[in-house]
C-alpha cells in the first residue's frame, strides 16, 4: 500500500479556494452540530419562489422511512440554471459542446440555452406533458440532451434519462416502469466515428408488450440518417420547437415534488428508479460542485461522463449551471481519433477542471506516457475522479502525466442514490492520499460497521454506512417504495446502507474497497449480476448461469459467466460467441461478458445459494485461497471448475 505517500495541500490553492482547512472543519462541525441551522443557511444560494422554513424532516427508521427537505418552499430547477443568470451572465457560455468530430464545437450562452429550452418547454407541454408526467430521455451527448432535462424541469415534468448505450430491452423495460408518454431521442448518435442508431432502437422498444404507454417521440435530427417514421407518434424536434415563443413561465414547484427518476442497478431485481427531488437535490448538487471543485467564476469545467449517468446529471448538468458555470459537453470517447484526443480537448478549450473516471485513466496509462504528448494540458488547474475505487498507480500516473505533477485530484465517492459527492478532498483544505476519498462532505456522516451492525470505532474495515440524511439524498423507489426500505434502510436499523465496503484509517481517512453485494462495477459502470443471468438463462441453450465480476487492468472489473448448458447442447466456441452477442444486444455493449466458462455443475449450498465468493476466487485465479468449502452439497464441482479455468 502506497498509503504513506501523502500530497499536502498546496497553499496556492488554499489561499484562494472557497475552503481551507479551517473553514472546512468549521463548516463540516456545524453542519453535523445543527443542520438546520447549517442546511438553512445553504438553501440561501437557491433562488425560491417561496423560502423554505421547514429545513428537515428525515426518519431512517425502517418502519417509517421518510425524507424531506426544505419541505415548504417552492422552486424551479430550470429557473436556477438559467433565469437568473441571465442579468449578470447572459452573453456568458454555458454549454461548449465538443463533437466527436475534432472539427466540430460550438458555445452556447445562457441566453441561448435559456431561450431554447423555453422553446422546448412549450413544444412539450403542446405535445400534451403536464406537471407530473415522465418523460424519457434517449440521447447522444448533445447540447438539447441538457436542454430536455431542463425543459422538463420547467414544466414540472419528471425526466428519465436512459443512457443511450442501453438496447431496445432495456429502454423498454424503462419507458414501461416511469409509465412514460414521451420519449425524446435523435436519429442517431455518433461515437468514435461510428452512428449509433438511437431512434431504430426506440422503434424497436416501442413494440414490446406494455411500451405503447409511449405516445410520442421527438427526434433531433443529429446526422440525417435514414430512419423509419411512424406518422402520428414521431415528431421533428426542429419542427415542434423551432417556432414556438422563447419564454415560457416556469412552474413552481414544491421542494420536494420529484425533478427525476435515474434507473440504476442493485445486487437483485430489475433495475430501480431512484427518485429524486428538486429543492434538496439542486441545494446539494450546487453546493458540492462549488466546494469540491473549488469552482471560481470563468472557469471552463469539464466532466467526461455521459448525461445517461447521475454524474451527467448532477455535475454536467445541474450542480454547474446553477452556479453560472462553463460546462463542456463531449459527445465523442477519448480514443478517437487519437487516445491523445482528452488532452487535445483541453487545450482547445482552456479546461481548467477535468473530472473523469479510473477506467479512463488507465485506459491512457496503458499506452505509456507518450500519450498526452499531443498536449500540453497548461489551463489545467484541478483533477477529479469518479465511478469506482481509483488505485494508487493511476491516481499518481493521473496526477504525475495529465496533470503534470501539479494539480490536486478530488477522488470523490457517491452513488446515483446520494445524488451528489459524500466524501471527497476539497482542494484547499485536505492533504490528498492517492487511493481515498478522503474525507466526509458537509452533513456527511460515514459509519463503519461490521456484519453483524456493531459501529465500529478507531482504525478499521467495515460497511460503510450514513448516519443521517443529506438534502441530496434520494427519495424513494419509483412506485416502490418498500423496495426503497428493503434495500438500503433494513440492514443497519437507522443506518442508509451503501453497498460499499471501506476502511477508515489512523487520519480518520476513508479508503472505499468496493462493492460489497452482488453489484458489479465495470469501467465505472454498475451492473447487476442478476441482470445478466436473468438475461443469460432466458436463451435457450441455458440450464443456469452465475455472473461474478473480475479484477481487469483497464475496466477495473471485468464480466465472468459461469454457464450450465440445457441436456443435450453442445458446448461450442460458437455458442460462447452467440450469448455474449445474446447479453450484448439484451442489455447493452457494456454488459458484453470478458469471460465464459462451462460449468457442468455450480457449487451450492445444500439450501441451493450458489458460493459466488467461490466463483469469484475461481475467476481472480485465486484458486489457494478458497475458504471453506464443507458446506458444499457437492464440492467436487469446485475441482472440476478449477480444472477447466478458462484461459485468459
Ligand atoms: C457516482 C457514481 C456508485 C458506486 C459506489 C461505489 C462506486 C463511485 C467511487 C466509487 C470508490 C470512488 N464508486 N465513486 N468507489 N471511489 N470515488 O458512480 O454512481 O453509478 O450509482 O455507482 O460506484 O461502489 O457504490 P453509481
Redesign the pocket.
Known amino acids: 500500500m502506497t498509503e504513506q505517500h501523502v500530497y499536502p495541500v498546496r497553499e496556492d490553492i488554499a489561499a484562494n479556494a472557497w475552503a481551507d482547512k479551517e473553514k472546512y472543519l468549521a463548516m463540516y462541525q456545524q453542519s453535523v452540530d445543527d443542520p438546520e441551522g447549517f442546511w438553512a443557511e445553504q438553501a440561501k444560494r437557491i433562488d425560491w419562489f417561496k423560502s423554505p422554513t421547514r429545513i428537515k424532516h428525515t426518519s431512517f427508521d425502517p418502519h417509517d422511512v421518510d425524507i424531506r427537505w426544505f419541505e415548504d418552499g417552492t422552486l424551479n430547477a430550470s429557473v436556477n440554471c438559467l433565469d437568473r443568470h441571465l442579468a449578470t451572465r447572459g452573453d456568458q457560455t454555458a454549454i461548449i459542446w465538443e463533437g466527436d468530430d475534432p472539427n466540430d464545437a460550438k458555445h452556447l450562452t445562457y441566453r441561448e440555452v435559456y431561450e431554447r429550452t423555453n422553446q422546448l418547454a412549450n413544444a412539450l407541454k403542446a405535445l400534451g406533458v403536464r406537471k407530473g408526467d415522465v418523460v424519457t430521455l434517449y440521447m447522444p451527448m448533445i447540447p438539447e440532451a441538457a436542454m430536455a432535462m431542463l425543459a422538463c424541469a420547467r414544466i414540472g415534468a419528471v425526466h428519465s434519462v436512459v443512457f443511450g448505450g442501453f438496447s431496445p430491452d432495456a429502454l423498454a423495460q424503462r419507458v414501461i416502469g416511469a409509465d412514460s408518454k414521451l420519449v425524446i431521442t435523435a436519429d442517431e448518435s455518433v461515437r468514435g466515428g461510428k452512428q449509433v442508431p438511437l431512434k431504430d432502437n426506440v422503434d424497436a422498444a416501442l413494440t414490446r408488450a406494455g411500451a405503447e404507454v409511449c405516445e410520442k417521440v421527438l427526434v433531433v435530427k443529429r446526422t440525417g440518417g435514414d430512419i423509419d417514421w411512424h406518422e402520428g407518434r414521431d415528431v421533428w424536434f426542429h419542427e415542434a420547437v423551432d417556432d414556438q415563443s422563447t419564454e415560457c413561465a416556469a412552474e413552481e414547484m414544491n421542494a420536494e415534488d420529484p425533478l427525476f427518476i435515474l434507473y440504476?442497478s442493485g445486487s437483485t431485481g430489475a433495475p430501480k428508479g431512484l427518485k429524486h427531488t428538486t429543492g434538496g437535490y439542486l441545494t446539494y448538487a450546487s453546493l458540492t460542485h462549488q466546494y469540491v471543485f473549488d469552482y471560481q467564476d470563468g472557469e471552463v469545467y469539464w466532466c467526461t461522463a455521459d448525461v445517461g449517468?447521475?454524474?451527467g446529471h448532477s455535475y454536467i448538468v445541474y450542480g454547474p449551471l446553477a452556479n453560472g458555470a462553463i460546462t463542456l459537453m463531449f459527445e465523442g470517447v477519448p480514443s478517437y481519433p487519437t487516445h491523445g484526443r482528452m488532452g487535445e480537448i483541453v487545450d482547445k478549450h482552456k479546461v481548467n477542471i477535468l473530472y473523469t473516471a479510473p477506467t479512463a485513466v488507465r485506459a491512457l496509462m496503458a499506452h505509456g506516457d507518450h500519450v498526452m504528448d499531443s498536449s500540453k494540458r497548461d489551463s489545467l488547474r484541478l483533477l477529479g475522479?469518479?465511478?469506482?475505487?481509483i488505485n494508487p498507480e493511476a491516481w499518481e500516473w493521473f496526477y504525475r502525466v495529465i496533470g503534470n505533477s501539479r494539480c490536486p485530484i478530488v477522488?470523490?465517492?457517491?452513488?446515483?442514490e446520494t445524488g451528489g459527492i459524500m466524501i471527497s478532498p476539497l482542494p484547499g483544505a485536505i492533504d490528498l492520499k492517492p487511493g481515498s476519498?478522503t474525507r466526509p462532505f458537509f452533513g456527511v456522516q460515514p459509519v463503519l460497521l461490521d456484519s453483524e451492525g456493531q459501529v465500529l470505532e478507531g482504525a478499521v474495515d467495515g460497511n460503510l454506512a450514513i448516519a443521517d440524511s443529506w438534502p441530496g439524498q434520494a427519495r424513494s423507489i419509483w412506485g416502490d417504495h418498500e423496495r426503497f426500505v428493503q434495500t438500503y434502510f433494513s440492514t443497519y436499523k437507522g443506518y442508509y446502507f451503501?453497498?460499499?465496503g471501506c476502511r477508515r484509517d489512523e487520519d480518520g481517512y476513508y479508503w472505499?474497497t468496493?462493492?460489497v453485494d452482488d453489484v458489479l462495477?465495470v469501467s465505472?459502470h454498475?451492473m447487476g449480476t442478476a441482470e445478466i443471468e436473468s438475461s443469460l438463462v432466458a436463451h435457450e441453450t441455458v440450464a443456469e448461469a452465475a455472473v461474478v465480476g473480475f479484477p481487469h487492468d483497464i475496466k477495473g472489473q471485468g464480466i465472468y459467466i459461469y454457464v450450465t448448458l440445457a441436456d443435450g447442447v453442445e458446448a461450442t466456441e460458437e455458442l460462447k460467441k452467440e450469448l455474449a452477442q445474446w447479453v450484448r444486444k439484451d442489455i447493452g455493449p457494456i454488459a458484453t461478458p470478458d469471460v465464459i466458462q462451462w460449468a457442468p455443475g455450480l457449487p451450492k449450498t445444500r439450501s441451493g445459494k450458489i458460493m459466488r465468493r467461490i466463483l469469484r476466487k475461481i475467476a481472480a485465479n485465486e484458486c489457494d485461497g478458497l475458504g471453506d468449502t464443507s458446506t458444499l452439497a457437492d464440492p467436487s464441482v469446485v475441482d472440476e471448475l478449477i480444472e477447466h479455468r478458462a484461459n485468459r
Not at 475522479?385 to 475505487?389: A, I
Not at 477522488?411 to 446515483?416: A, F, L, M
Open positions: 440504476t449517468w447521475v454524474t475522479s469518479v465511478g469506482e475505487p477522488d470523490t465517492w457517491w452513488q446515483t476519498a451503501t453497498g460499499d472505499i468496493g462493492r462495477n465505472g454498475r
